[in-house]
């Protein structure tokens, strides 16, 4: 998107280059030439305006790639011990022993081990996150944790979560939690899987599987070897420099500071005091704080880091994109705030049309 002159996207949408110069000259931008390369935002603001859907996407050609933590997202069944062997991890890290236990709760944190390697992890309920990024097209999560008790093995919402995984392309790491348990029966889950056609690596395929238990703590070194090792088969890389692209995984409102964001960042330096849109709300950043909640000057690719300085509350799965000035903040939020409200009131007329249709 980013440098697409007007000509491009007159193509890309089939609105002629008038019309399309008509509505920047609108949204108060000059138009010099239909050949000059536009801002992103104005693409994005134009682009809503004649009805199109965008996606937003830096060109990280040219840039500097670095390689960047993998992040992690937990699924499974409920009660196969999601939070549990979450809390488990959250203890391992070599900073949450540092700083007495990790308290605060982000909606991501960072595993650090004492190789100096870290994973992120994106707390549950992830799920919804996850869904709702996966909706936006922006996939954040690497990998996947599947996570099946070995007592109760396979259930529906480990298929789902499979499911999940697959269709959106990111691999999968089985664990086998509650191997403490007198019950626990691996084995059975391991074909279990194997029958809903998941390729484990003892059978010859390439998805690993670890037995742990939150509990004891058992296997935990184990997994996060498995996603280390899955993370360096992928070769994970993001661009450091540059514009910032991140998305939210949670957002609250605190009564003291106001409506925050816990973000991870995607690509680029998230920087104090930079105006941002997220979703279609926007701000200045007036603090960023990271997962120990300690204030930090800015915010790098694969980190959870909680935003300050929203003017209002966004929604898990919206992006963050940074822009130049409070003006095209403010037109842009406008703009996307202006396009949900017509996609709200278009559903709402598909919908009265259907109620219509079934009372014939
Ligand atoms: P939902 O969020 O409700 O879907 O559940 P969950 O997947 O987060 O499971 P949770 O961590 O809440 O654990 C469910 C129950 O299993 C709790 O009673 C845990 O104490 C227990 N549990 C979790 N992990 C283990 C384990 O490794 N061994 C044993 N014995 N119990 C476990
Ligand atoms: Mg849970």
């Not at 936006?136 to 599947?146: H, K, P, Q, S």
Request: charged share 25%; aromatic share 2%; with cysteine.
């Amino acid at each position: 998107f980013e440098g697409m002159t007007i000509v491009e996207l007159a193509k890309r949408t089939g609105v002629s280059i008038r019309h399309l110069q008509e509505i920047i000259v609108n949204v108060g931008e000059k138009v010099d030439s239909e050949f000059d390369p536009l801002s992103i935002d104005i693409a994005e603001l134009v682009s809503m305006e004649v009805g199109v859907n965008v996606r937003r996407q830096h060109s990280d050609e040219g840039a500097v790639l670095q390689p960047r933590p993998a992040v992690v997202t937990v699924m499974g069944h409920v009660d196969h011990g999601k939070t549990s062997l979450l809390d488990a991890l959250r203890q391992t890290s070599v900073a949450a022993k540092e700083a007495g236990g990790i308290t605060q709760h982000l909606g991501a944190f960072v595993v650090e081990m004492p190789s100096g390697a870290s994973i992120t992890f994106l707390d549950t309920p992830g799920h919804a996150a996850f869904s709702a990024m996966r909706a936006r097209g922006a996939a954040v999560t690497d990998i996947v944790v599947l996570v099946v008790a070995a007592d109760d093995g396979v259930m529906p919402q480990t298929l789902e979560a499979m499911a999940h995984a697959q269709v959106a392309n990111v691999p999968i790491v089985v664990a086998i939690n509650k191997c403490d348990k007198l019950s626990a029966d691996p084995e059975r889950v391991r074909i279990q899987l194997g029958t809903e056609g998941l390729l484990l690596e003892d059978l010859g395929g390439d998805v690993q599987v670890v037995q742990v238990s939150a509990k004891t703590k058992l296997g935990l070194d184990k997994l996060e070897e498995a996603l280390l090792l899955q993370a360096e088969i992928m070769d994970l890389k993001a661009r450091i420099d540059g514009p910032s692209q991140a998305y939210v995984v949670e957002a609250r409102l605190d009564r003291g500071r106001g409506p925050l964001a816990t973000a991870i960042v995607k690509s680029g330096t998230l920087v104090c005091g930079q105006y941002i849109v997220v979703g279609s709300e926007w701000g200045r950043i007036r603090s960023i704080r990271d997962m120990l909640g300690r204030a930090t000057s800015s915010g790098k690719p694969a980190m959870p880091v909680e935003i300050e300085g929203l003017k209002g509350l966004p929604m898990a799965g919206d992006d963050v994109v940074v822009v130049d000035s409070e003006e095209r903040a403010r037109m842009l939020s406008n703009g996307r705030k202006k396009k949900l409200e017509k996609d709200r009131l278009l559903k709402a007329s598909e919908e009265r049309i259907e109620i219509e249709d079934t009372s014939e």
